[in-house]
């Protein structure tokens, strides 16, 4: 993970500079990254030819990090969403080595929830056995977390263990983002940028913006997408008024 001051002039390796560092745990590639108010969260996957991803919590302030390998064993975690008011950081987990490089020992992926207290794994399940990967892909406002795997929607009661099938993913919907303020969901899918709502138990697509976008963010109302080698900045209250 790297530090860059803007407001300083670009002179690699002081700035930006490398803040924290898994690979003394084997650790190459990041695969998520979240802040929960205090600390950033990375997950990464292992070296070529090993098994084993890891959770790591970074300190951004010091560059302290914990790191912790296998938090299922032989899987790397292909996703992190965090809940700061619950004090849980939730991973969806796969058990493959980074571009199939070494062979897997496990057979299902699972979601888990990690207790940002105690610092311990407080739930670890499947949503299918037998299924080699399963995502998290944000906490809903009712607390519950969306979670996919085999192309459907999943509603992940993380305390209690429960799962509600919301059905199909739409095609190309691998990120979903919240706005804070209405609870709603934006995601990219079928070549647009659109959002997320659920009817009758089960969650639709409904496009908004004729681009094809990556890596949103959503930040004052202000929602932030890549398209190709331009970013796009939409104010959500043109779409659903300002409440």
Known sequence: MTAFDPEARPDWPENPRVLASAQHEGQ???????????????????????????????????????????LVRDQKVNSLQVD???????????IFADANSAPPTQTTGRIV??????LTVDRSQAIHDGESAARVLVVLASGE???SQRGRFYAWNAREGD?????????????????????????????GVGQLEVRDG?????????????HLRIVDRTLYFAAGCEIFQVDLRDFYGSG
């Open 163 to 191: 799962l509600r099938d919301l059905g199909p993913t739409p095609p190309g919907c691998r990120e979903v983002v919240r706005d804070e303020p209405t609870g709603r969901l934006w995601t990219s899918a079928q070549d």
């Open 28 to 70: 190459m590639r990041p695969t998520g990254l979240v802040h929960d108010g205090r600390y950033v969260w990375m997950a990464t996957s292992p070296e070529y030819g090993h098994l084993g991803g890891a959770l790591s919590r970074i300190d951004p302030e010091t560059g302290d990090i914990l790191v912790w390998r296998h």
């Open 113 to 118: 929830a990690f207790d940002t207290d105690s």
């Open 84 to 94: 700061p008011g619950r004090r849980r950081v939730y991973c969806g987990t796969e």
């Open 202 to 214: 089960h969650v639709v697509f409904v496009p908004r913006i004729e681009e094809k976008g990556e």
């Open 145 to 147: 977390v969306l979670a």
